[in-house]
């Protein structure tokens, strides 16, 4: 505003002095000042999962690819207490005996001490000097493990994330109930649309199949999916929207997702289909590894979801080095149907599950424009990636579902991982349970020759 005044001022002075051709010649630069062009985004990366108080050389990773737009997709920070597992004594956290929990929450102080410890990482901040930043939480930064619409402190917790943010303070952000937003970037007909959720303010507890957005965050969404067209939407979510992991790692253990709450995933789908958004493409995060995964057959075009986690915590760092294969095994293991599984993996099994974090290249000028979706590792080398090209994102027309595009159970990327035969889904609990019998038979069988030996050497020591 001042600078546009400032020019016209000088424009309004120099009228009388120049002849007109050179005050024209004034004038269109003036013009092209005063009204920048916007430039298409090309590079956006997004990550989850930062352990504050660990090193973060992930960074340099990021920094070094250069987004125009860096996305925080939850457990920005670690802001919860974790109590040690304790199977004894006054204080236990495990096992069915348990009375106490394995989690309690900060108090507001040590909240803003985490976050001004993670702002405050030199790779951060060279990056917050660069980048746009932008973002949304999951669990732990919300401020306590999987918790949900019913925690108590979520208010406070709201301002001190955006405050991390530097959401400006007039910000109708900071007046909602949640911390979801959107933004749009980039000039017309390459425009991106960036929507991040709130999947904790509102969300219902986990076992309830009842709703992750609530219906204020419901009637925001669609409006923005109805709202202007983009050429690309990213929708980014704290948790997976695509995999369903607990279905094939259940009963072990399982994990939260959109998977854990059915009717709300579908509503989610349809509400896409409805809207017929084209070009939009999940990001999420919160498992402790990476993934690519697609469903053809949600919406009339390929759903992709690119999981990053962490950029500090990874599954593999909780094992011993030599273990860590071992990880890798059971991921190759473990079946999945909607992972994309292709030449470009480091490992195998196309999960990733080191430090990383996801990188999106858009090539608006390849014809059709193609976008290149990306987790990459602390050296900034591919560990996972897929192409995507923008004309393959775009809703069928106004026909019908039919069946052959609604049942398609025989396409890829296409079967829900509940669906799968129970010998194949439950593999990796039979493993784990025959590995567990096995191991106990041998020590059962070890216990009872020791004591026969013993026995029996008690006997002949006595006839000595
Ligand atoms: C974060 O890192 C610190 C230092 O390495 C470690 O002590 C702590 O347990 C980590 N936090 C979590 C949640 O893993
Ligand atoms: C995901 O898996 C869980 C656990 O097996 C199951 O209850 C749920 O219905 C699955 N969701 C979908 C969408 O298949
Ligand atoms: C994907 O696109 C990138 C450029 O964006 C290119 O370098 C790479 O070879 C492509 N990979 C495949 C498998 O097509």
Known sequence: MAASRVTSTIVMKLQHR???WWFSLLFTAAIATETPKVSPITRIAFGSCANQSAPQPIWDAINKFDPQLFIWLGDNIYGDIRKPNRVFGKERTIGPWRNSPRFVPSSEEEMKLRYARAKANPGYSRLQRKARIVGTWDDHDYGLNDAGKEFDRKVINQKLMLD???????????????????????PPNRRVKVIVLDTRYHRDPIRSDGSILGDAQ?????????????????????????????????????????????????????????????GVVFISGDVHFGEITRYDCAVGYPLYDVTSSGLVQSVEKVFPRPLRFIVRLLFWYTPSTMRVINENCKYRSCTYGQQNFGAISIDWNANPATIRLEVRDVNGLTALSTNVSLSELQPRGSKPLTDSTRKGKSQPYCTLEVELPGTTRYRLAVLIYFTI??????????????????????YKCKLD
């Open 437 to 458: 019998a096995v191991l106990a038979m041998a020590l059962v069988g070890l216990i009872i020759g020791a004591v026969l030996t013993i026995t029996a050497c008690v």
């Open 218 to 278: 419901w009637r925001w969404l669609e409006e923005e999916l109805r709202g202007p067209r983009s050429e690309i939407t990213i929708v980014g979510s704290s948790v997976q929207v695509i995999s369903n992991l607990s279905a094939t790692t259940g009963p072990l253990f399982y994990m939260e997702s959109w998977g854990r709450f059915p009717k709300e995933r579908k509503r989610f789908f349809q509400l896409i289909e409805d809207t017929k958004r084209n």
């Open 18 to 20: 120049l002849s007109f």
């Open 164 to 186: 991390f943010l530097d959401e400006p303070l007039d910000s109708p952000r900071r007046k909602q109930a949640g911390v979801y937003a959107s933004y749009m970037f980039g």
